[in-house]
């Protein structure tokens, strides 16, 4: 009975005692802890890049706390982790999940930041979610794609050139043109062999003459700069003098346009000089008048003019 009694006791222990360690590896598997909690840092990402509660939290490569909770918030995610202390951390420490080991899991790399005071938890501290295997394997099989149609593409490339170069004609019209550009060439390079110290020597004759054009230039600056204001001077009394027969050349029109007036009334108006050169009869009464006036005066040369005066007489 007694010993019925103690094994009963034992598998009562041990049963308590495995349900209790049972219990204590799925609180710290969890993230359950008995320790008082440390502050709380509110991290802002994009995406969680796998991130879940329990992750571990590093600064600078030392693990200080762990990731509490991650949560969508405003269009992004919003992961709440728990640290040690904050005091080491700057108003520009920012966060970034990157990859824990090879095989998996995710980690919080916290920068402390190297500016004036200390971080304020009431803020939200900029993430970053860096690219892991997944991510690559993603990228890959979006560009797998492309990559068989350009693979394609080069192969199509390769059959047309092969189908070319079968060509015999092409293929020696090809050699042909390789052989007289390597004969082009060499008779180029024999050719500047042949020329080099006639090249050479024109290109020295051309250095001094262009050491010769600025040294006159130089030298007659001067006389130059004269040379330039005087016809600088005459360029403006020639213009004086264009203004000058451009208000002649107008007054010239007026007179035109008066004279043209002037011919016009005469031609249209019942004046005397419409008259003399226009009206026949007019014209004809004053001929037979200077006749008439002309024989008088003959008259008058050949007899004389008899001239009675009285005086004294009404």
Known sequence: MDQSRSLEIKVGLITLIAAALLVGGIMIGEGFSITPRGPEIRIRLQRSGGLTPGSPVMVNGVERGKVTTVTSD?????????????????????????????????????????????????????GVTSSDIGDLVTQVGDVSGDLIRLLRRIDTITGAITEVMRDSTFVNNLSSMASDGAMLMSDARIWLQQNREALSGAVRDAREALADLRRVVRDNEPALKSSIAKLDARLSEMEGTLAKADTAIVNVDSLITNVNGVVSDIRTNDGLLHAALYDTNFRRRIDTTVLRLNG?????????????IGIGHK
């Open 74 to 126: 405003n269009g992004g995610v919003l992961a709440l982790v728990e640290i040690d202390r904050v005091d080491d951390l700057r108003p520009d420490a920012y966060a970034r999940v990157s990859m824990l080991e090879i095989t998996g899991g995710k980690k919080v790399d916290i920068f402390p930041g190297d500016s004036a005071g200390t971080f304020d938890l009431s803020t939200e501290m900029r």
């Open 296 to 308: 008088f005066i003959r008259t008058a040369r050949e007899n004389g003019v008899n001239v009675n």
